[in-house]
């Protein structure tokens, strides 16, 4: 609320008349009370609708009564002497009915003064909202504006497209809401579509440079996705040279998986420089990022075979040394157990972790030990002995 409140109650003198000048004086008590009323229930009409979760409504409520109430008995008490034939009033009733208004006009200061800020806060947004929505509609204008002027030539990128009509969402969404909240969460979702959409369009005679400098990075991708590829062959017949069958069960199928996400890299990438050719750089980008996207997956399906080439032959070379690395985690795990005092709970799950060591170490036998079946069963124990550091620090309270 902007205005100031109007001047405390007229307080009704002792020297009145016996029956006109109290009743201008109670009417002056009813007129002051209405409009100290009358401005508070618009701030929390104001509250109500933009903020509910004030409940500001529930707290005023019992005010309202107040004055509903010193309302009804200052209408008894005029309608009664405005009668043709008035009945003799009590004594003291004029008196009781002003005290009445002015107890009520005095909750309403009291009221309005512990929420004041709340209060002036939500008038003032209401008030505001029609200039919210006219500036939302002004900006969405300015935008469609340029885009149909100066920045036309960018209107079928799609990322001026899929802007454009977010905007155009937006807007819509702006000239059905209902409620005054509505109205400004719509005003403001207008305001995030027209700097999107701005953005896009700034954004816009970069992008086929942007599309040329990634198909480029690509094209060099492609290059060295292709000779990489070239060695997943040699590294799959060794490992099954080299080592038991089951070390490479799982990656036999990667080499033909590279080569379909190397096929289908090599069409999107001519897919893309087609657009960029026929001045669409915003396909061309995306289509750039499914080459890459493929790429990757080929990527993943060489360094499978090499990469555990490389492991098994390591780990070939010198078994103890994986072992010897989770024996070593297991003992700091146990330490840790008994330094916390979680021996109980914890001590014979970490014990078991032993035994599991011992069967694993013990399984390297024969001509063609199953390395892989030694690593990944290592693995599992080293992530199992992890996990329960984890929990013992959080039980102690300590990362």
Known sequence: MTSKWPGRLFRRSRNLAPDRSALDALTAAFLDMDKRQSAVESAVQASDQLFPERRMRQLWDPVAQLCYRASAAYLAVTEQAQTPTPTRRPPGELDLT????????????????????????????????????????????????????????????????????????????????????????????????????DDAISAAPTRAQDAKKALSSVQTRMAAARTRAEGLAPAYSALLREF??????????????????????????????????????????????????????????????????????????????????????????????????????WGSVLDAQLDRIDRIAGGLNGRHPDYWAYVTGLDAVKTFISGVVQRMKKQTGSQ
Do not use: C, W
């Open 244 to 345: 038991n069958a089951a070390s490479s069960s799982d990656v036999s199928g990667n080499e033909a998986a590279s080569r379909r996400e190397i096929a289908a890299a090599e069409a999107k990438l001519e897919q893309a420089t087609t657009a960029l050719t026929s001045g669409n750089p915003d396909l061309a980008l995306e289509l750039t990022a499914s080459v890459r996207a493929h790429l990757s997956s080929a990527e993943q399906h060489v360094d499978a075979v090499t990469d555990r080439l490389v492991l098994l032959r390591e780990v070939r070379d010198n078994p103890k040394a994986k072992e010897n690395e989770v024996r070593f985690r297991l003992r700091d795990a146990q330490m840790l157990a008994v330094s916390r005092g979680l021996t109980s709970e």
């Open 98 to 197: 002003i005290r009445q208004l002015a107890d009520a006009a005095h909750a309403v200061d009291q009221f309005y003064d512990a929420h004041r800020p709340q209060l002036d806060n939500a008038s003032s947004t209401l008030a505001a909202v029609p200039a919210v929505v006219a500036q939302a509609h002004t900006a969405a204008d300015t935008v469609m504006a340029r885009l149909a002027g100066e920045a036309s030539a960018y209107l079928e990128y799609p990322s001026v497209q899929s802007k454009r009509s977010a905007l155009v969402d937006a807007v819509v969404a702006l000239e059905t809401a209902g409620s005054a909240n509505a109205k400004r969460e719509a005003a403001a979702r207008v305001r995030s579509a027209v700097t999107a959409l």
